[in-house]
């Protein structure tokens, strides 16, 4: 038996061991990967995301675009300056930005400068972008009842109420 670099490891005859010392990662991984909130959100966002994304096929858009849709509808005629929707949906302005590219090379949402500020840019929902989130609608529906199937309705209700609660931690909507 002799000690082999790198510390912690044991060689006996031509097998290597390693020491408990060594185990303390994997002891580490087990306690974040049982008790990680982030982690299993994150899980349950990429397996709903899939469930939504799938329903949501025939319109060419994924659930994050319908997201930002929905979300430039709710501040009406006049639109929402970039600092705000990206205080809505919670991302940065960078990332919104990214985001909207899509949307506007589809003419489903145009980005204008304010009337306002020139300095300041508006996101204002198309008419063909109108007509999309009425479209996507009962897709979206269809989604929703297959989380509502698997989860049933308090326990939907629950989770729902419970991540409001969560991304109210986030802060209220970023102002321009």
């Not at 858009?61 to 705000?84: D, M, R």
């Not at 008419?127 to 929703?144: C, F, K, Y």
Request: net charge positive; proline share 3%; with cysteine.
């Amino acid at each position: 038996m002799t000690r082999d670099e790198p510390q912690g490891r044991l060689r006996v005859g031509s097998f290597m061991c390693i020491c408990m010392d060594m185990l303390d990662h994997v002891r580490a991984a087990t306690r974040i990967s049982r008790e990680c909130t982030c982690m299993r959100v994150r899980q349950a966002s990429r397996v709903l995301t899939k469930i939504y994304d799938t329903e949501l096929r025939s319109t060419g858009l994924q659930e994050s675009q319908v997201s930002v849709l929905v979300a430039i509808a709710h501040f009406g005629e006049g639109g929402a300056t970039i600092g705000n929707l990206a205080g809505v949906l919670k991302m940065d302005r960078t990332t919104l930005t990214r985001n909207l590219r899509p949307l506007e090379k589809a003419g489903l949402v145009r980005v204008a400068r304010s009337p306002d500020d020139a300095r300041t840019r508006v996101v204002l929902l198309s008419r063909a972008g109108e007509r999309m989130i009425v479209s996507a609608l009962p897709l979206w529906e269809r989604a929703q009842g297959k989380v509502r199937d698997a989860l049933g309705d308090e326990l939907l209700a629950e989770v729902s109420s419970n991540l409001g609660r969560v991304v109210s931690m986030g802060g209220p909507a970023a102002a321009d």
